[in-house]
């Protein structure tokens, strides 16, 4: 198709500059016609003149002007007659035509670079990131260029901007994922989906913290939807954070209790509660309803080290506190490689970077963290705030 478009284009372009040429000799056909009146006006001088109307010197000086243009449209400055009559000359400019395109069209398959036309993505390709811990990869990356592309030609699409919103997020540019949100909901007045998801790009970009703005959204998509869990899980976030911890968790128990069976958001919820109850020396297990079966894999899953194995290797003799350390530290963190749904080994992870002192690899665990649970907004706001615990910087 893109070969027909080119050739198409270039005997279009070939054709707007041969017919001036083809036609050019055709521009004096009308001399005669020109003279005929010419000579009239050298009458109806001459009849001026003799009644006095206009004055001698004047009539001689056009006169003299008129006959001069009569020189030049008569037979002695008439275009040379042409070479080739004009049926052959109208089979050669098109034939000129004709060879201009074929040798254009040559030209570029030969140092062109045809191939161009191949190398976006295809259709069957996946649109998730190849590396967890660099989310925004390749193909993402295209497809979020597409759906910019796209809104700037329709914007009044909120499913569009819905997508556009969703892709942000899952690369991290939560700030651009909460205009786009916003720019949905705008569209959708009625659709809580829309302003809960707004919320939740506005909490990320505050790094984990309910905003003002993020809480206007989630009260919004409540009044629309009062069963919208994520707007739900969100309002019990801000309540913990606002210093209601015992609101918040009857908040977090009443929307487990009520979720439909199956639901996939159970689980991650469930854990973030059990999580924060813990780091308020709460139990809870009797208030919550029954926890779905936990995968083989996370119940195999060996421990990791925790502060106290860590600290207990500072004690030790230099070089074999090293070995001791590094040891566990790379186990874990290769566990987590090969299996990154582990949440507690995240945190574990974190929290034995901050011991050793090394904060950015802290920080570099918690965006792996996060970047493995970016479709879990609830235990993305856990890992926040077991960063801000452990006073994990930039968090």
């Given at each position: 198709?893109?070969?027909?478009?080119?050739?198409?284009?270039?005997?279009?372009?070939?054709?707007?500059?041969?017919?001036?040429?083809?036609?050019?000799?055709?521009?004096?056909?009308s001399g005669p016609r020109n003279i005929e009146v010419l000579a009239d006006q050298l009458r109806d001088i001459d009849i001026q003149a003799a009644d006095g109307t206009l004055p001698v010197a004047e009539a001689e000086g056009?006169?003299?002007?008129?006959?001069?243009?009569?020189?030049?449209?008569?037979?002695?400055?008439?275009?040379?007659a042409r070479p080739l009559g004009e049926r052959a000359l109208l089979t050669l400019g098109l034939g000129l035509v004709v060879v201009l395109a074929v040798a254009a069209t040559v030209l570029y398959s030969k140092i062109g670079r045809p191939d161009l036309a191949t190398t976006s993505a295809p259709r069957s390709a996946t649109v998730e990131p190849t590396d967890a811990a660099h989310p925004g990869g390749g193909d993402i990356a295209v497809m979020i260029?597409?759906?910019?592309?796209?809104?700037?030609?329709?914007?009044?699409?909120?499913?569009?901007?819905?997508?556009?919103?969703?892709?942000?997020?899952?690369?991290?540019?939560?700030?651009?994922?909460?205009?786009?949100y916003g720019k949905a909901a705008a569209l959708a007045p009625t659709n809580a989906e829309f302003l809960s998801a707004q919320g939740e790009a506005l909490t990320q970009a505050a790094g984990g913290e309910v905003t003002p703005a993020?809480?206007?959204?989630?009260?919004?998509?409540?009044?629309?939807?009062?069963?919208?869990?994520?707007?739900?899980?969100?309002?019990a976030v801000a309540k913990d954070q606002g210093g209601d911890h015992a609101g918040a968790m009857a908040d977090w128990i009443a929307l487990l209790k009520s979720a439909p069976a199956g639901a996939p958001w159970i689980a991650d919820v469930r854990a973030s509660v059990e999580r924060i109850a813990r780091q308020h020396g709460e139990d809870v297990a009797g208030k919550l309803p029954p926890a779905p079966a936990a995968t083989a894999a996370a119940d195999a899953a060996p421990p990791g080290p925790n502060a106290d194995q860590v600290a207990a290797a500072q004690q030790m003799a230099p070089g074999d506190q090293q070995a001791m350390i590094a040891g566990m530290v790379d186990r874990l963190a290769a566990r987590l490689?090969?299996?990154?749904?582990?949440?507690?080994?995240?945190?574990?992870?974190?929290?034995?970077?901050?011991?050793?002192g090394e904060t950015g690899a802290a920080a570099g665990a918690l965006h792996d963290a996060l970047a493995a649970y970016a479709d879990s907004p609830p235990q993305q706001v856990a890992f926040h705030a077991a960063a801000r615990e452990l006073r994990i910087p930039g968090v």
């Open positions: 198709m893109l070969w027909i478009l080119l050739t198409a284009m270039t005997v279009v372009a070939a054709v707007g500059l041969t017919i001036p040429l083809v036609r050019r000799h055709d521009a004096r056909r056009l006169k003299t002007e008129v006959a001069r243009r009569i020189l030049a449209e008569g037979p002695g400055a008439a275009t040379p260029r597409q759906l910019e592309a796209k809104m700037k030609q329709s914007p009044g699409d909120p499913e569009g901007w819905r997508m556009l919103g969703w892709s942000y997020m899952r690369t991290g540019r939560y700030g651009e994922a909460a205009n786009a993020a809480r206007t959204a989630f009260r919004s998509a409540i009044v629309r939807e009062p069963g919208d869990p994520r707007a739900r899980f969100f309002l490689k090969a299996n990154p749904k582990d949440p507690d080994g995240w945190v574990r992870l974190m929290r034995a970077r901050m011991v050793l």
